[in-house]
């Protein structure tokens, strides 16, 4: 998934972990432009009021008010919204976990880095140099 001067949507509850995903984008690929919204309800009210796509979107598993499954299965409802490549992330993945993923249309499962040099390495696999 090449991403380059694209727009990415970052949701996560976690203020910290927000920041620390959205300064990783800044500093080594200062070409994204990044939304944050802290669950899946504020970026589906967002997708709803507003005519503008992410090329990435990359979820939180655990949130309140909507985690990841249910925002991304949301998302694969929509016939406009399905395409959207999505990344869920969290700290700990079950087999049952990655069939719900499967089953809500093909999202990626990753585990959420639990460093700074993690989190840039996933940057930069999701959006390379």
């Excluded at 016939?79 to 499967?102: A, C």
Aim: charged share 20%.
């Amino acid at each position: 998934m090449l991403l380059k001067h694209r727009l990415v949507f970052i949701v996560d509850d976690d203020d910290d972990d927000r920041f620390m995903l959205w300064q990783a984008f800044q500093k080594h690929h200062p070409g994204c432009l990044l939304y944050t919204f802290s669950n899946g309800q504020e970026l589906l009210d967002h997708l709803t009021d507003y005519a503008d796509r992410p090329d990435l979107i990359i979820l939180d598993l655990n949130m309140p008010v909507l985690d990841g499954f249910a925002t991304l299965k949301r998302l694969k409802l929509s016939s406009q919204l399905r395409t959207i490549p999505t990344v869920i992330l969290g700290s700990s993945f079950e087999t049952n976990d990655n069939l719900r993923v499967h089953e809500a249309a093909n999202g990626t499962v990753l585990v959420k880095p639990t460093s700074y040099s993690e989190l840039v390495r996933l940057t930069n696999q999701l959006c390379p140099v």
